[in-house]
């Protein structure tokens, strides 16, 4: 039981110590390589480069980061621990928002905090503790973890308000905010991994809107998904283990907010600041096809300023004991 509880420990330290890094140090490529430290426990690796991307259709993603000199990466981890009949299971899938470095682009952030948005690839960060986690304590399950890492910086050839992209599944998008970018880099990554592996279920994790903190604080993730049941193993999950999310509601009148003039969909609402963290969920859901998914908006909890009695100030770690347990409840021993 402790080799295990020391596994799952050594995933929540690479969680905060990838969250922590100042993006001098973990950029796309950099991130790429501590990903692949985890071949070591039997996790299986392949890297997307931004040619490969393009091949694919990968437009929304590619946008996000054409503005930086460091190149784009999208990463996938498998990890294959179902054994006999249920070797052959579809996977859970996982799909962190890794956005490196968060300028805002050419919608600049305001300068005071910017240096914080380091940790904007706090998604990206959970999924690999995770997987590392799993493979750690040779989790019984058949999982795939998929992270899509840029930097959004605004030079000479960075996205435009304005400009119009094409997502991988073929829907048009229009750019009204270059600084609402970490739903137009898991719009590829979430239909990539649902076309290529059609999982059970797949749930995405990123540090996705400010609006999340204003509604829950740093107290709470936002859950939001499009199944009733793995909303609710999620929050079973939670609370097991103390990493609290709040389900917020979905619906067609929020949807209408993301429809386009132009194109089939704005990567931002209609009512401005209203009800920011559901519409970026609707815009998320249109990239999930019919797979049982759930968006985790960990905004408020990837990072924290103070010291609490488990979790030192920096990067939380949060996420990875919850999903370890969502795994361990829902998928190993059935």
Known sequence: IFQGLEAIAAGVFMTRHLVSEPANILYPESFVERCRELTSLGVEIEILDEAKMER???????????????????????????????????????VGKGVCFDTGGISLKPGPGMEEMKWDMGGAGTVTGLMKALAGRKAKANVVGVVGLVE????????????????????????????????????????YTQDRFEPEVMI?????????????????????????????QISD??????????????????????????????????????????????????????????????????WSKKDTPTVPKGGTGYGVRLLDRFVRDNYEGK
């Not at 089939?264 to 559901?278: E, H, K, P, V, Y």
């Open 204 to 232: 995405d994790l990123a540090t996705l809107t400010g609006a999340i903190i204003i509604s829950l604080g740093h107290e709470n993730a936002g859950l939001f998904s499009n199944n009733d049941d793995l909303a609710g």
């Open 237 to 302: 999950a939670g609370d097991a283990v103390g990493e609290g999310v709040w389900r917020l509601p979905m619906s067609k009148a929020y949807a209408e907010q993301i429809k386009s003039p132009i194109a089939d969909l704005q990567n931002i609402g209609t009512c401005g600041r209203g009800a920011g963290s559901i519409v970026a969920a609707e815009f998320l859901k249109e990239f999930v096809g019919d797979t049982p998914w759930a968006h985790i908006d960990i905004a408020g909890m990837a």
């Open 152 to 191: 959004n910086m605004p030079d000479g050839n960075a996205q435009r308000p304005g400009d119009i992209v094409t997502a991988m599944n073929g829907k048009t998008i229009e750019i009204l905010n270059t600084d609402a970018e970490g739903r137009l880099v898991l719009a590829d990554a979430l239909w």
């Open 56 to 94: 694919l259709g990968m437009g929304a993603l590619l946008g996000v980061g054409q503005g930086s000199v460091r190149e784009s990466q999208l990463v996938v981890m498998r990890w294959n621990g179902a054994s006999g009949k249920k070797s052959s299971r579809k996977p859970i899938a996982f």
